[in-house]
T-cell receptor, first 114, second 112 residues
Framework: DAGVTQSPTHLIKTRGQHVTLRCSPISGHKSVSWYQQVLGQGPQFIFQYYEKEERGRGNFPDRFSARQFPNYSSELNVNALLLGDSALYLC?????????????FGDGTRLSIL | SQQGEEDPQALSIQEGENATMNCSYKTSINNLQWYRQNSGRGLVHLIL?????REKHSGRLRVTLDTSKKSSSLLITASRAADTASYFCATDAGGGSEKLVFGKGTKLTVNP
């Protein structure tokens, strides 16, 4: 079975632009979570979506938004990009909403802001 | 904010030796999970230990949890060069706080 897939793998943007990152969960998984991982740090939780509804939000500004589609794939949008948004953006999926089960991660999108 | 704090930040050992990594956290948890990340890749789930468990094994991995000290340890026995990676602990506080909180990680290097 295919794992979690993310696109694109790499992206270069300039300050002030916006970006859309995409994630396809494992078939049958209804929960998708997004994380930001700055170099040398652990992943930081941004959002969780389950059954197309936002179920959790981390401490990120309103420039960050996300949505989940009927096929459970998800998009993360970031507006007005700042240099500090440069990071690896990870998507994880799981069958249920609770985090009492393993999370399955994609290989991420490396976003560089110039 | 990052709840978990791994210790040490970096660890370098020889193949065949054991590697121990520690994780401390701040609030009550439902469960604690350990993940591995190879350079530039996604995270791979290793083991999940629930708050009412004290020890769990999976192959060469042994995880302990001490909720009174708010700490956990990950032991990798008979390490291999392929174990070279960063290791993260992640906590699930539950109780309506639907998120997984990761520590800063331990970078393990296993020298052949």
């Amino acid at each position: 079975d295919a794992g979690v897939t993310q696109s694109p793998t790499h992206l270069i943007k300039t300050r002030g632009q916006h970006v859309t990152l995409r994630c396809s969960p494992i078939s049958g998984h209804k929960s998708v979570s997004w994380y930001q991982q700055v170099l040398g740090q652990g992943p930081q939780f941004i959002f969780q979506y389950y059954e197309k509804e936002e179920r959790g939000r981390g401490n990120f500004p309103d420039r960050f938004s996300a949505r989940q589609f009927p096929n459970y794939s998800s998009e993360l949008n970031v507006n007005a990009l700042l240099l500090g948004d440069s990071a690896l953006y990870l998507c994880a999926s799981s069958p249920m909403v609770r985090f009492n089960q393993p999370q399955h991660f994609g290989d991420g999108t490396r976003l560089s802001i110039l | 904010s990052q709840q978990g704090e791994e210790d040490p930040q970096a660890l370098s050992i020889q193949e065949g030796e054991n590697a121990t990594m520690n994780c401390s956290y701040k609030t009550s948890i439902n469960n604690l999970q350990w993940y591995r990340q190879n350079s530039g890749r996604g995270l791979v789930h290793l083991i999940l230990i629930r708050s009412n468990e004290r020890e769990k094994h999976s192959g060469r991995l042994r995880v302990t949890l001490d909720t009174s000290k708010k700490s956990s340890s990950l032991l990798i026995t008979a390490s291999r060069a392929a174990d070279t990676a960063s290791y993260f602990c992640a906590t699930d506080a539950g109780g309506g706080s639907e998120k997984l909180v990761f520590g800063k990680g331990t970078k393990l290097t296993v020298n052949p």
